[in-house]
């Protein structure tokens, strides 16, 4: 089995930072992808960070320059740190990995974390 366990989350104050964690683990072949989405209420999940494997990184338009992704992979983690943060801000963020299980080589799979509240507020 595979599970993306996410940590860092939190409430924060206007301007503050937080650093988001996603650690994959189980049966894992091999990691293409690793990023961070989020959702709010009514409306469509969507792109935050995103790095693959080889290190190309897309950002949103509304993080760029703010947000930074990054990876261990030897850990099979992946970091969102966010900077300058706005109320805007506050949804369920998502972690995401596109890989392949030990099980099943030569299929790729997403897989999603459980999600994981970050609120900005004063």
């Known amino acids: 089995q595979v599970q993306l366990v996410e940590s860092g989350g939190g409430l924060v104050q206007p301007g503050g930072s937080l650093r988001l964690s996603c650690a994959a683990s189980g049966t894992i072949f091999s990691i293409y992808a690793m990023g961070w989405y989020r959702q709010a209420p009514g409306k469509q999940r969507e792109l935050v960070a995103t790095?693959?494997?080889?290190?190309?990184?897309k950002y949103a338009d509304s993080v760029k320059g703010r947000f930074t992704i990054s990876r261990d992979n030897a850990k099979n983690t992946v970091y969102l740190e966010m900077n300058s943060l706005k109320p805007e801000d506050t949804t369920v963020y998502y972690c995401n990995a596109v890989l392949s299980m030990s099980c099943s080589p030569g299929i790729k799979n997403a897989r999603w974390g459980q999600g994981t509240q970050v609120t900005v507020s004063s």
């Open positions: 790095i693959t494997s080889i290190g190309d990184i």
